[in-house]
């Protein structure tokens, strides 16, 4: 992987966003996860919380106290990864007012559990105003299912929380979600300038990375199909890895099967491949349709 470049612990990015990082580095979080603080006024927005490592709230006070003595209003949380929620505690005791704490809530969060956290739920399309700054919230499921990015209007910028990194790549819970969701902040967002990741540096020309993203996945995705009609009586995943993963190192095989098996899901679920067999022996092959046409 490419080393990662050094990045200050806090830094103002823009005249409506400062970023305060995490301080909570390895090797699923880059250089830790970064909190945005948006906005112009006494009160402003916070993305995300960090993981709540115990050297994040005196770098986050000291922040706000360098910024003119602001507080923040409202912490608006991408997904429930810990790294994102682990600092909401530490967030809301920066404030001696009212902080109100933002989620998309899904079936999975455990609401009703005791020690459970209250969050508001997020609307998709909801607004967030703040002097200076509105942010609009788009659901993009994924990552996780309760994935959201938020698009500051005024800059033509995306928070892209861990749908788009700013270095390496992310992970999904579910393909397809995951690229139908990038395709719709496409069509949602007319103008994408700056990506402001939870993970990495902010990044410029913010449309052309998002679509390097889908390409990217399309033709893996293409590389797939090739291999799977080339092997005609059904191949198993692994059978598709030592093909297209012939040249690499088969220390990073299993890794790559994992992908490999997400994407196989969503081209069953499209009805683009079929599985056969049993679960850890399954084999994949186009649809008897397809067959007859080629
Ligand atoms: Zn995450």
Known sequence: MEALVALPHWAVLSPLVTV???????????????????????????????????????????????????????????????????????????SSGPVSVWKRLTPRDPQQ???????????????????????RAIYTPGHTDDHVVFHLEEE??????????????????????????????????????????????????GRAVVEQYIQHRVQREQEILTVVTAANAGISSRGIVEIIYAKYNPEIWPAAEHSVKLHLQKLIEEKRLIESGRKHNALYSLPPSDKERL
């Open 20 to 94: 305060i990082r995490g301080l909570n580095p390895g090797r699923m979080t880059l250089q830790g996860t970064n909190t945005y603080l948006i906005g112009t006024g006494a009160q402003r927005l916070l993305v995300d919380s960090g993981e709540g490592v115990p050297e994040y709230l005196p770098l986050l006070r000291d922040v706000l106290r360098q910024l003119g003595g602001i507080s923040i209003s409202h912490l608006l949380i991408t997904h429930r990864h810990r790294d994102h929620t682990g600092g909401i505690r530490q967030v809301l005791e920066t």
């Open 113 to 135: 559990q005791a020690g459970a956290f209250n969050f508001n739920h997020i609307a998709d399309n909801q607004l967030f105003k703040t002097e200076g700054a509105t942010l």
């Open 156 to 205: 033509d910028a995306l928070f892209s929380g861990d749908s788009v990194l700013g270095q390496g790549s992310t992970t999904y819970e579910d393909l397809k979600q995951y690229m139908d969701s990038l395709k719709r902040t496409l069509e949602d967002c007319a103008k994408i300038d700056r990506i402001y990741p939870a993970h990495g540096p902010d990044l410029v020309d």
